[in-house]
């Protein structure tokens, strides 16, 4: 793969790289690692990338590796820049060839997202979003369970997703992940809805198995001068009858990244916690709740979920895992010669999340309760 | 006390009666357990009340006490019948000089509960309501802590107050509980949203300090045929610029009773559950968190939290010790002679919910995102 | 009921009235609070027992109520003084004709507690220990299920107990439960393993439904010229091929009340902790834990627990409602004119807690690696 | 490095491949993966090696790697068989001038691990023990605090490990991992003491910064004709004057791989446990417990603590980050030319490891209580 994005102290990029390498399937062969050509030149060097294939923009790293033999070019390009980066990107690599796995969100206007559906569809090639929480094990369990009518028609979900990290005014002193994350031009018009919000929607609508139809948002700025929100909360309403609650905030001072989700049928339910995300509860209104773990040897998960689990119960997985099966998967689609991803982390997730977020917005501005989502 | 409710069968009626028991300041001496007489002299032999002081109506014990010697009368009401006899009992009681302690909600309208606010001012007499879970030590120290300014001005509330018990139409076959819940004759026009909803708003309210204003209300009756609410979704404002959800379910299928808390400031939040309810999470985004623990024994708490702690750390305390507290300072409260109960147990405040519960019904039937709380 | 102990400041005491009165079914009429006379006057003015009953000493106590009324005197005795008083207290009891419950250690010596086990079988009085653990449902829940055989034959018990309230010589700056706990004169020859390591001790055999045959123990003081033993370590044969680690720690600096035990069959296992009393995990080798939950409405319980429940699931019970359990138990089966009390609980029990506390003590002085207990 | 060891189906090779790829610094370049050489050709292909750097045997592999230039060659052996193998292929690996990493124990016999120690003197080459748990950044930070005087002087160390996946006998059913586990030809003389409890003790003295010095061991096998212990109880005796409990078992049903320390000094103490193991817990007898959590961020944190991270704090790691926290500090000590690794994980370490397991299966023999650990 080729890395756009990256360079020296960016957070989400290291992840990407830690996670596209675990399982040894993906080799990282070439990247435009920062706009500033030096940086991208260290950052090659750190990693071991030939100085040959490091280059000063994705177009010329584009052109550059087109001309390699296919067995030597980059397979797919790996997006990991601030959000206003992501369109061009993922655009030119669709129109040259490559296959693109991307931050999210996939851009800053659904107009955008909806032309780089367009070129997947034109192209055959795959287009995936790293949507990390789909990819933790548990996660797909709730999803396989509810999907199998284990609870019976889903009524409620609620999702919450705090963090603390910008409870201050961080961008005014110099913090780099909070800068572009707080500005309009480089984040898009959603701050925290953005950010993690869409990982909150996506994660509501995989679980469930139902989508969101409409929506009534209260969006907020805590911090003073701050240009974009970092408080989100949302009533849903999803098209098989159920409604839904969702939280996102990036001003709960004190939390770090404990996004939480419960999913409620008729008969039951589902609770899972990114703190302690190898457990999944399912709960049961005529009996005990049980504790349902991730492990490759627990045989009552479901198999695709097994196929997700490196290790015995009991040796805990985490985040560079999660996103490592987003990852793998890929590779393997890739190997596969399919030519679309596994619903949640394809572009018409991307069209959704990108269009969740403009609904938000919409309704954030509007006196109307609900504001449907189309 | 003399007791209006509580016959054989009854859920409150007992907790009121083991709590209000449990420190022995109070002594149960009289009683309307029943709208059936049978069953009342039933219960009052089982309580070990003289059959002369089990009555027919709560008018001919209000006349027959008022005549007993002073030392020997009861000397309040507590009333746990169904909401829709809260008023007339709580009315009487007032015009006949009896204290009242009353379940939640205080009645069936803003206009009676208004009409007991005014009684209750013209006769000086007390008047509680049981909000049971302000009743608990670390939601005590949560309020106090957040009074005191230890995480900076509140900027968010969120209340979660899921169960599971009405996931059924188990008003159908026969559940004494459920069929007065779900009955508006007898519960109100308010299902879940006065059964519990109004303990999720009054639990806000107390720890953050906060009183709200506006109210975005989604209400769903997920059962068929049921004929109240029985799921509650609301985005809240609040007067110190403060926002909020509040998520109230009963048919949230496998969860108990599991009310928890988190309220976010600038510095850092507090957490509490009802599941584990002698410890506060005090969250700080500079450093790690803190686990309070409630104990008589425990120094750091302040001194109304030990005051309400009976046992050393590590002796878990629950739901009837929380109950209890509210009886025990009520009971000190009468002795004292004061002339009105402590914030958040008063009138005043059962004004504010049943406001709470109407403003929360007027917008669920509106189109508009805000219904102002006045 | 008669107190004997429980004077102004006492721990235990307290929590025995709150305890017998919780049920509404105990009333103390009666009671020596103290040695000294005044003490005594001021605990019976402040707990309402008219003057007449407040006595001087046990002996006075037992002549004067014997000569009441039948239905007027006190029934039993409670015995919550430090332990050197108990024998005296419960023989003298149970001479003249009352009934007795006893904080353990029942007493000083084995041979103290087998006198007992005679006067109580030739009175053909009822005798119970409050181990108080043992009145927790879902320790009930575990032991009733064990015994059924739900995870196969027994093999290993693990059970902690810490505690860090003894962790500096508070014994010396006047704290008075350190004081006597510390005090050989008062608490016999065994310190932690007295006060706590009995009830370890009674818990491991409650639950696993075996008895100790063998025990290996290090026993050490960790704090400077403390008297007794502050640190209890051993390691323990059952009688039907189990073996076990009992450990308890008045020295674990910053543990509040935190006993736990693990109890391991060939199929599955049960995990309880005080810190969630509530909560009971059943382990299951091969599928998911099951949460199993106090309540008077989980049908799933057996029936011996749902009577132990005053509350729906949910409604957190906790350390008093242990207790109260145990009182209200005993009054049963007074009145049921039985003549012995639950295994577990009754004189026979406190023979065993004798002879293990005797046994551990040779084995810590012991260069051999078991002792028998026989 | 070139991996002895690790062939299809093996659980722990294939972990310290993901352990030792997951940074991106360590490359696999060759391998003896299996005896049987179709299975090492297969296991190689798999992995992506050249079949030329296949080898038939742990001898050849070195002599054909030696024969390679410096750059491309293996630098070190990483030993992965069943523990029988581990002397001869880590000492050949030292004569020949590799350095080496190898799972735990280190060999069979305390005399085999002190003749690698004088190997590892004499070519001054680094060898280095996997003791997985010293891996994790909450126990690395247990260690620093306990270090630095925070506690106070330890007193008391409880280490757990329970694991219930030799319940039954699933070796006479063909489960592999069983099979060589408890065969003493493959697996020594020590079951469930090699395979966990080795690591029990390595993390009790690790974090408590002191050194067991005699033990009293109860050793027992459960299933009936298994041929080794699968369940350890031993009582500890430190040289700075703490005791200790260390219980390891493999019977214990239902449990996953909860390893569970606590350690407590004059002031306060550490609870770590494996389930969550990104949370460290301060206990601090005068005030409430702190949660400290693993984070890159959280700057509250050990520098070296912090050096583990690669997440920020609510990011899980777990038990492959923990295994590669321990190949990156190796193969940085390569690069720098070191020619010891950090204590906990040097030859010492596993002189010290074999020590404890030949002293507690001694310990078992014997009748005496305390059998020396010198």
New interface residues.
Partial sequence: MGMIGGGPGA?IG??H??AA????DVQLVCGVFSRDWERTQTMAAQ??IPASRAYRSHEEMFEAEKRLPVEERMQFASIVTPNYQHFGAASDALKNGFHVVCDKPPTLSLAEVETLQQLAAQSGLLYALTFTYLGYPMVNEARQRVASGA??KV??V?V?Y????L??PIEESGNKQASWRTDPEKSGPAGCLGDIGSHAHSLAEYISGQRVTHV?A?L?T?VEHRRLDD?V?V?L?FDQGA???L?A?Q????????ITI?V??????YRWS?????TL?????N???????A?SNNA?LHPSTLNMC????????????AFANIYQRFSELVDLAHTQVDEGFGVADGVRSMRFIETVLASAK?????TPLV
């Fill in positions: 957070f290291e992840i790289r830690l390498n675990l399982d040894g990693l071991g609870i019976g009524r409620k609620v919450n705090p963090q603390g990290w409870s201050q009534c209260d907020n805590a408080d909360s009533l309403k409604n839904g609650v939280m905030s001003i709960s001072a004190g939390e770090e990244n404990g419960s409620y049928g008729e008969k039951g339910g990114h703190v302690t995300p190898n509860i399912e709960l049961d209104q009996g005990p709740d049980k504790v349902l773990r492990g009552y490196r290790t015995p119960a009991g040796h805990p997985e985490g985040y560079l895992e509007s006196d109307q309760k609900w």
